[in-house]
C-alpha cells in the first residue's frame, strides 16, 4: 500500500474494557480478555497512524481519541509544496529580474503611470481583496506549533496556507471559488480540528478563532481502516 492513499479510519464496534485496568505494555497496554496487545494511538500525528496502517495485514486493537475516528487520514505533502513554491519563486525572480535589465528608464516610466492610472481608473483590481478570509488563530499551548503548524483550507479547493509564528493567515479566494456557504477547517493533529461557514455575503470576512486539544475520553476497540485515493 503507497503512502500517497488516503485512509478513512471506522471503530464499528467500540470496546467497553477500561484502558486504565489493562496491564502496562510495549506499544500501550495489555488487555487481559482478550489476551491481545492495545496500541496507544491517542499522542499519535495522523502522519505516524497513517505509516502504522499501511501495509498492515493483521490489524491490532487500539485506543484512540474520539476525534481521530470516522474520519479521513490524507498524506501531507506540504514540504514538497514549500520546496516547489520556491522553486517557482526564484525563477519568476529571475526572469523578472532579466527583464527589468532589460528594459529603459523611459519605459520603466511609462509603465508606472500606466499602472498609476489603471489602478484609479479599473475597479476591478479590487475584486481580490473583496473574496479574501484572514485573520488570527489563537492557541495557548504555542508549544504544540513547533514542528507542525495550522493548515487552513478552503472545502472543495485546493487552496490551503498555514498559520504563520504570530497566529495570522489569510487566503484569498477566486469568484469561481465562492460557494453559498464556504467552508474553511483549521487543521492540527494534536487539536481539536474547526470548521466555520461563511455566507457568499458576507466577504470579505475577518475570522478569529481559537484551537484547543480535543476531549480526553478514550474509545478503544479493533480498528478498520478503508483506503482511497
Same mark, same amino acid.
Given at each position: 500500500?503507497?503512502?500517497?492513499?488516503?485512509?478513512?479510519?471506522?471503530?464499528?464496534?467500540?470496546?467497553?474494557?477500561?484502558?486504565?485496568?489493562?496491564?502496562?505494555?510495549?506499544?500501550?497496554?495489555?488487555?487481559?480478555?482478550?489476551?491481545?496487545?492495545?496500541?496507544?494511538?491517542?499522542?499519535?500525528?495522523?502522519?505516524?497512524?497513517?505509516?502504522?496502517?499501511?501495509?498492515?495485514?493483521?490489524i491490532?486493537?487500539?485506543?484512540?481519541?474520539?476525534?481521530?475516528?470516522?474520519r479521513?487520514?490524507?498524506?501531507?505533502?506540504?514540504?514538497?509544496?514549500?520546496?516547489?513554491?520556491?522553486?517557482?519563486?526564484?525563477l519568476?525572480?529571475?526572469?523578472?529580474?532579466?527583464?527589468?535589465?532589460?528594459?529603459?528608464?523611459?519605459d520603466?516610466?511609462?509603465?508606472?503611470?500606466?499602472?498609476?492610472?489603471?489602478?484609479?481608473?479599473?475597479?476591478?483590481?479590487?475584486?481580490?481583496? =473583496?473574496?479574501?478570509?484572514?485573520?488570527?488563530?489563537?492557541?495557548?499551548?504555542? =508549544?504544540?506549533?513547533?514542528?507542525?503548524?495550522?493548515?487552513?483550507?478552503?472545502s472543495?479547493?485546493?487552496l490551503?496556507?498555514?498559520?504563520?509564528?504570530?497566529?495570522?493567515?489569510?487566503?484569498?479566494?477566486?469568484?469561481?471559488?465562492?460557494?453559498?456557504?464556504?467552508?474553511?477547517?483549521?487543521?492540527?493533529?494534536?487539536?481539536?480540528?474547526?470548521?466555520?461557514?461563511i455566507?457568499?455575503?458576507?466577504?470579505?470576512?475577518?475570522?478569529?478563532?481559537?484551537?484547543v486539544?480535543?476531549?480526553?475520553?478514550?474509545?478503544?476497540?479493533?480498528?478498520?481502516?478503508y483506503?482511497?485515493?
Open positions: 500500500m503507497g503512502n500517497k492513499i488516503k485512509m478513512y479510519l471506522d471503530l464499528p464496534d467500540p470496546c467497553s474494557e477500561n484502558w486504565e485496568n489493562m496491564l502496562p505494555g510495549m506499544n500501550g497496554r495489555f488487555c487481559q480478555r482478550c489476551r491481545k496487545e492495545v496500541i496507544d494511538f491517542t499522542t499519535m500525528s495522523d502522519s505516524e497512524i497513517l505509516k502504522f496502517f499501511v501495509d498492515k495485514t493483521n491490532p486493537c487500539g485506543s484512540f481519541r474520539q476525534d481521530q475516528i470516522d479521513f487520514y490524507v498524506p501531507q505533502k506540504k514540504k514538497i509544496q514549500i520546496k516547489f513554491a520556491g522553486l517557482i519563486s526564484s519568476l525572480a529571475l526572469l523578472s529580474f532579466k527583464s527589468l535589465t532589460a528594459t529603459t528608464h523611459s520603466l516610466t511609462n509603465i508606472t503611470n500606466q499602472q498609476n492610472i489603471d489602478s484609479i481608473s479599473n475597479d476591478n483590481l479590487t475584486v481580490n481583496d =473583496s473574496l479574501r478570509i484572514s485573520g488570527h488563530v489563537l492557541v495557548r499551548e504555542s =508549544s504544540l506549533l513547533e514542528n507542525e503548524p495550522i493548515i487552513v483550507k478552503i472543495n479547493t485546493k490551503e496556507t498555514t498559520v504563520d509564528k504570530d497566529g495570522n493567515y489569510q487566503i484569498v479566494l477566486d469568484q469561481s471559488e465562492i460557494s453559498q456557504y464556504t467552508l474553511i477547517t483549521f487543521y492540527h493533529s494534536v487539536l481539536k480540528q474547526e470548521t466555520r461557514s455566507h457568499k455575503s458576507c466577504f470579505p470576512q475577518k475570522l478569529d478563532i481559537e484551537m486539544r480535543p476531549p480526553s475520553g478514550r474509545i478503544g476497540g479493533a480498528p478498520i481502516p483506503y482511497g485515493k
